[in-house]
């Protein structure tokens, strides 16, 4: 089942401008990562931000955790053509048993019009 | 260094046949996790093994099965093909489990279709 939902689902922006997408999820967890996914292919690692930190910065890349709302946003600034990508949030939960899975949500597509 | 590499990289299959995916984590990586991804959607955890052991299962049939190697790479087996197996099957490799937040990291996938 997915856990996170990104919303917008759907985002066309000019290039140069500022792009943000957000994520909420329902149980608690341990960490939660942004993916970025080109055309169907395999997913690129972001950024991890864990349960106790607030706020990450990676380069053009901010993103903030609210562990109180459930929900985190990622936000790409100064965005490029290249930018254009699926973009999913997953939370990442430890069970008792040692095991650890990553639970997506649908994603955001991301268009930047040059 | 190499990052997680999936084989193949397209697979054609028939309804009832069976299809072994292969993974190689990257270098160091203990755990190696299974997602499928159907069209439209996000992916979905299948299973995870560390240490050669199966660590967790997601909500998927009986009909899919994997294991880790002593090298620790990774098969994912599909047994009695459905319509519905047809999608981008990814494996994810990461440094440790249970005891830290890391990072997963993922392969380009292996797209599968079922005719």
């Known amino acids: 089942s997915q856990q996170g939902e990104e919303d917008p689902q759907a985002l066309s922006i000019q290039e140069g401008e500022n792009a943000t997408m957000n994520c909420s999820y329902k149980?608690?967890?341990?960490?939660l990562q942004w993916y970025r996914q080109n055309s169907g292919r395999g997913l690129v690692h972001l950024i991890l931000i864990r349960s106790n930190e607030r706020e990450k910065h990676s380069g053009r890349l901010r993103v903030t955790l609210d562990t109180s709302k459930k929900s985190s946003s990622l936000l790409i600034t100064a965005s490029r053509a290249a930018d254009t990508a699926s973009y999913f949030c997953?939370?990442?939960?430890?069970?008792?048993?040692?095991?650890?899975?990553?639970?997506f949500g649908k994603g955001t597509k991301l268009s930047v019009i040059p | 260094d190499a990052g997680v590499t999936q084989s193949p990289t397209h697979l054609i299959k028939t309804r009832g046949q069976q299809v072994t995916l292969r993974c190689s984590p990257i270098?160091?990586?203990?755990?190696v996790s299974w997602y499928q991804q159907v069209l439209g959607q996000g992916p979905q955890f299948i299973f995870q093994y560390y240490e050669k052991e199966e660590r967790g299962r997601g909500n998927f049939p009986d009909r899919f099965s994997a294991r880790q190697f002593p090298n620790y790479s990774s098969e994912l087996n599909v047994n009695a093909l459905l319509l519905g197996d047809s999608a981008l099957y990814l494996c994810?490799?990461?440094?440790?489990?249970?005891?830290?937040?890391?990072?997963?990291?993922f392969g380009q996938g292996t797209r599968l279709t079922v005719v």
């Open positions: 270098s160091g990586h203990k755990s």
């Open positions: 149980t608690s967890i341990n960490n």
């Open positions: 997953a939370t990442g939960a430890y069970s008792g048993a040692g095991s650890y899975q990553l639970t």
């Open positions: 994810a490799s990461s440094l440790y489990t249970g005891v830290r937040n890391t990072e997963a990291f």
